[in-house]
T-cell receptor, first 114, second 114 residues
Framework: NAGVTQTPKFRVLKTGQSMTLLCAQD?????MYWYRQDPGMGLRLIHY???????AKGEVPDGYNVSRLKKQNFLLGLESAAPSQTSVYFC?????????????FGPGTRLTVL | AQSVTQLGSHVSVSEGALVLLRCNYS??????LFWYVQYPNQGLQLLLK??????LVKGINGFEAEFKKSETSFHLTKPSAHMSDAAEYFC????????????FGTGTQLKVEL
């Protein structure tokens, strides 16, 4: 099993450009999450999904959109990138049900917006 | 609302010395607490979790943590540090319902010196 994979690993954008980050998991998890990690701020939840076709906002959703058309995939879009979106982005997934289920993380995507 | 506070953004210990990383939580409902570790340029890996069973939780790589409700703490310890323990450690909290969302602390960078 590959677990959680993220594409691409690195990306450099110019201000105003758009891009989509892809997250895929092969563990048949219901829940999926997108976080951003910035120095000194830990990980902050951008958007999450509790099942195919559903999405919800997290702590820092502005400037991002997501889609969960297939259970195994969770896409994060930046429509018009800004330098403030320079960050490392992590995708995670977990089983549904009781809280306390472990979230499994991907290796991250390092995004720089110039 | 729930939150965690990690005291000390950087901790340095000698190899063989005790590791103590501090985490205090705030939650209006019974919490579920986690410690994750992040090695350089990698995703997060679960060390251990507390889900209301035993208050002393043992994890991987010799780490353990004790849930103390009276002190709202969940400190991470290891009796003897190893060079391979050098990494960033994150405490996180969640509670029942709402998609198993995690709220992370800002992280503690552990340095292990010879």
């Amino acid at each position: 099993n590959a677990g959680v994979t993220q594409t691409p690993k690195f990306r450099v954008l110019k201000t105003g450009q758009s891009m989509t980050l892809l997250c895929a998991q092969d563990m048949n998890h219901e829940y999926m999450y997108w976080y951003r990690q910035d120095p000194g701020m830990g990980l902050r939840l951008i958007h999450y999904s509790v099942g195919e076709g559903t999405t919800a906002k997290g702590e820092v959703p502005d400037g991002y959109n997501v889609s969960r058309l297939k259970k195994q995939n969770f896409l994060l879009g930046l429509e018009s990138a800004a330098p403030s979106q320079t960050s490392v982005y992590f995708c995670a997934s977990s089983y549904e049900g009781l809280a306390g289920n472990e979230q499994f993380f991907g290796p991250g995507t390092r995004l720089t917006v110039l | 609302a729930q939150s965690v506070t990690q005291l000390g953004s950087h901790v340095s210990v000698s190899e063989g010395a005790l590791v103590l990383l501090r985490c205090n939580y705030s939650s209006s409902v019974p919490p579920y607490l986690f410690w994750y570790v992040q090695y350089p340029n990698q995703g997060l890996q679960l060390l251990l979790k507390y889900t209301s069973a035993a208050t002393l939780v043992k994890g991987i790589n010799g780490f353990e943590a004790e849930f103390k409700k009276s002190e709202t703490s969940f400190h991470l310890t290891k009796p003897s540090a190893h060079m391979s323990d050098a990494a960033e450690y994150f405490c996180a909290v969640t509670s029942r319902g709402g998609g198993n969302k995690l709220t992370f602390g800002t992280g503690t960078q552990l340095k292990v010196e010879l």
